[in-house]
């Protein structure tokens, strides 16, 4: 990143209330990086501090999705062409239905769309854990989940938790103590997302979207154990590429 665009005159408290944990377990042993004191007239020459606050806020913003709890990050306050920045290329959402494996659900209430997989059962929003999961019949461990947290109305993009996507993964990862396998972004009818592909260390298997809109942010997980990531590869990106949180 060009440290010259990255100007934290001040820093900007995200309130991000996450339905993911009970509430209770808040940022449970997280340190939030401490502020650099400056003010407007001061130049800013310590690239250092700088660097050394922005992995401290990847650490924070993967303690977020990794504990999945309650609680405040600190993010530095991004110039507003950086934190809606967006990628120059559109890609088109993912509308397959595998031949019948797949069927579109929308729902009203959340203003989500996606494709899911057909005969799975639905699970309606369990408080602290997620918004909507589909679950497989025979392997429960098959299942994907949609949750969402409140942002402040100034943070319109994802882009807001970095722009550095590998460094933000890496960070994910470390909370799930699984290794990262790839990192991505895409930009889909005017929402910017990121990517996520982890294999965890528990045998799990997982495919992650972030995004935000409507004034939150929002995460889709697919998961399933790692014997079994061959056979559901290409749906599990199906359905991660047809997620679109509002209703077209």
């Given amino acids: 990143m060009n440290l010259s665009l990255f100007i934290p005159i001040a820093l900007t408290t995200i309130f991000l209330v996450s339905t993911h944990a009970p509430f209770t377990q808040a940022f449970s042993g997280v340190t939030p990086p401490q502020t650099i004191s400056t003010t407007a007239t001061?130049?800013?020459d310590q690239a250092t501090s700088i660097t050394a606050t922005r992995r401290q806020t990847f650490a924070n913003v993967a303690s977020f999705f990794g504990n999945m709890a309650?609680?405040?990050i600190v993010l530095p306050q991004l110039k507003p062409d950086m934190a809606n920045a967006m990628p120059s290329d559109e890609t088109p959402k993912i509308t397959t239905r595998m031949g019948g494996l797949l069927e579109?659900?929308?729902d009203v209430n959340f203003g989500l769309s996606l494709v899911v997989p057909s005969g799975w059962n639905k699970f309606e929003g369990e408080v602290g854990a997620y918004n909507?999961?589909?679950?497989?019949?025979?392997?429960p461990?098959?299942?994907?989940k949609i949750s969402s947290s409140?942002?402040?109305s100034n943070t319109t993009s994802i882009a807001a938790l970095g722009e550095d996507v590998q460094a933000l993964g890496g960070s994910l990862?470390?909370?799930r103590n699984a290794k990262l396998i790839s990192a991505s972004e895409r930009f889909t009818d005017g929402i910017l997302y990121y990517e996520f592909n982890f294999a965890i260390k528990d045998g799990t298997h997982q495919l992650l979207s972030l995004s935000v809109n409507k004034g939150k942010v929002w995460s889709l997980d697919a998961n399933c154990k790692e014997n079994r990531y061959s056979k559901r590869e290409e749906m599990y990106k199906n359905i991660i590429g047809s997620f679109?949180?509002?209703l077209n």
Avoid: H
């Avoid at 909507?132 to 392997?139: A, E, G, M, S």
């Avoid at 461990?141 to 994907?144: K, S, T, V």
């Fill in 244 to 246: 679109a949180p509002k």
């Fill in 141 to 144: 461990e098959e299942n994907i």
């Fill in 173 to 175: 990862a470390e909370r």
């Fill in 104 to 106: 579109r659900y929308q």
């Fill in 70 to 72: 309650a609680s405040v």
């Fill in 132 to 139: 909507i999961k589909w679950q497989d019949l025979v392997t």
């Fill in 42 to 44: 001061e130049p800013i």
């Fill in 150 to 152: 409140p942002v402040r």
